[in-house]
């Protein structure tokens, strides 16, 4: 049983004022395999009073000082990134394939801000005037269950890489993850104030460092209606916030385009990270006359993928991260069938020999309609909704006829057709046939997916004050 009874403030392994206890669940079996101890506002109060403090000294350091400590916490998690993994399999149900490469992108992320760090200029001239960034202040970084490691390191990179000092509440659900990571920063040294870290729930935790007058900036990822309350919520202290929130990303396939490749990528980019995702391709657009061809594929594609124990190798998609997150995905899979879609592979329930944990069987629904739920809503779970169109004005048009707009895939044989509906489509990241993230681009959404961006320039930016000085060299 692992007992989680610490928590990180002013460069120290502390015990919380809070008492109230959260089991940790294996989402493969269900089973309790530890506790967490959650702070609560007092936690969060003492953990503001010392990056606030730290900030003082912080916020004077210099670039070549702040690339360092970049290094120094990337080595540390790059020397326990098998440790790391376990953790993620465990607690998350990550497949074992996926979880080292989640790792490697936590420690990569604070080198891209490394990078962005080194080629930023802190100070321009305009015309006759200096203007120069300046760190906002302290941060306080929110982040979801999903992807705990690189959430927290993208957003401490940038806060770092801008002299920021910070408190971090984590998901309660990623308490292992998080104390191995938190164990990572103690281990690079970093001065004492610099990055405070408080389990606990956003109704405690993280509605004091949103509320509290000391915390500059607060860089959330998560769902779209608690991105609002955050946003509601410090009105009245002015604060900066970056929100990334949630997606219904559409994936536009064009009748010219290699069907055989781009219908299983389009299933693979659904179901990424055990559908758990807010910019998985859940929308799949296709043309109405070779619907019959998409579902073949489609299928012929899921009929590929293994569902099973995370801690195997060859597994593509391990459970859900909890109960509740199972009991949600299948209430929209029963909504789906409910509301007249076709089911063409999956459904309700767990896959045979796997009835032990939170697994859903991977689902696509055809001839889904616009006005389904299943088509409006956030599911975040294996369940691939197809949609068709009868020409590419419509598709666009269906493709943006959503409150959501972070990401959006495209695929065709015509490149200049490809970037001319990037351009149409309201997403913060268009990825056409079949391309990567560029982690060290912007990322974030459009409309109800967020405000701001993160990553690269673009996130260490978002930490940054703009003061602009005139009559600097002009004598009395």
Same mark, same amino acid.
């Given at each position: ?5 610490? #928590?990180y ?28 101890? &959650? ?5 969060a109060k003492?953990?503001i ?7 003082? *000294?912080?916020?004077?350091? *210099? ?9 120094r ?7 326990? #990134? ?34 962005? &760090? ?25 982040t979801?269950w ?13 806060a ?46 993280g509605a004091?460092?949103?509320? /509290? ?13 608690v ?12 604060? !900066? ?9 559409? /994936?536009?396939? %064009? ?41 073949? %594929?489609? !299928? ?11 801690s ?27 509301e ?13 020999? &796997? ?14 309609t ?6 409006k ?7 691939? *909704?197809i ?25 065709t ?10 351009? !149409? ?27 701001? !961006?993160?990553?690269?320039i ?19």
């Amino acid at each position: 049983m692992r007992n989680i009874d610490s #928590i990180y403030i002013n460069g120290k392994f502390i015990a919380p004022s809070g008492t109230d206890l959260l089991d940790l669940v294996n989402p493969t079996t269900r089973e309790v395999f530890g506790r967490v101890t &959650l702070g609560n506002e007092e936690d969060a109060k003492l953990a503001i009073t010392a990056a606030k403090a730290a900030f003082t *000294s912080f916020s004077r350091t *210099s670039v070549q000082e702040r690339s360092a400590m970049l290094q120094r916490l990337n080595d540390a998690i790059l020397d326990r #990134i098998d440790e790391l993994a376990e953790a993620n399999i465990l607690e998350y149900g990550a497949p074992r394939m996926a979880a080292t490469g989640r790792v490697k992108l936590a420690a990569a992320n604070l080198m891209d801000s490394k990078e962005a &760090l080194e080629q930023f200029e802190f100070v321009h001239m305009i015309g006759k005037a200096k203007v120069i960034a300046e760190p906002v202040g302290v941060i306080g970084i929110i982040t979801p269950w999903n992807a705990s490691y690189s959430q927290i390191t993208a957003k401490l990179g940038a806060a770092i890489a801008a002299g920021c000092t910070v408190v971090i509440k984590p998901s309660e659900l990623s308490a292992l993850q998080t104390q191995l990571l938190t164990e990572c920063f103690h281990a690079a040294d970093i001065p004492a104030g610099v990055i405070n870290v408080v389990n606990g729930l956003g109704a405690t935790v993280g509605a004091e460092l949103t509320r /509290n007058r000391h915390v500059a900036m607060i860089n959330f990822t998560g769902s779209t209606r608690v991105g609002k309350e955050i946003r509601r919520a410090t009105v009245d202290s002015m604060k !900066r916030v970056t929100l990334e929130l949630g997606g219904k990303s559409p /994936n536009i396939v %064009l009748d010219d385009a290699d069907f055989t490749k781009a219908i299983p990528a389009a299933v693979r980019s659904c179901y990424t990270n055990n559908g758990q995702a807010c910019v998985a391709g859940t929308r799949l657009f296709v043309p109405e006359h070779r619907l019959e061809e998409v579902k073949k %594929l489609a !299928r012929a594609a899921v009929e590929s993928m293994k569902v099973g124990l995370p801690s195997e190798a060859d597994t593509i998609l391990g459970p859900l991260v909890t109960e509740k997150q199972y009991n949600q995905v299948q209430h929209y899979i029963s909504t789906g069938i409910q509301e007249g879609a076709e089911l063409v592979i999956g459904g309700v329930g767990q896959p045979q020999g &796997l009835e032990q944990g939170n697994f859903v069987k991977p689902t696509v629904f055809a001839n889904v309609t616009e006005e389904m739920t299943i088509a409006k809503e956030e599911i975040f779970g294996p369940v691939l *909704s197809i949609l068709t169109y009868r020409t590419e004005e419509e598709a666009v048009e269906m493709a943006n006829n959503t409150d959501y707009g972070l990401g959006a895939y495209i695929s065709t044989a015509n490149l200049e057709k490809a970037n001319e509906l990037a351009s !149409r489509i309201q997403a913060g990241v268009v990825l056409i046939n079949g391309a990567g993230f560029e982690m060290k681009a912007p990322f974030g959404g459009f409309k109800h997916s967020g405000i701001g !961006r993160e990553y690269g320039i673009y996130g260490l930016e978002d930490c940054l004050e703009t003061k602009t000085i005139t009559g600097f060299d002009l004598l009395m």
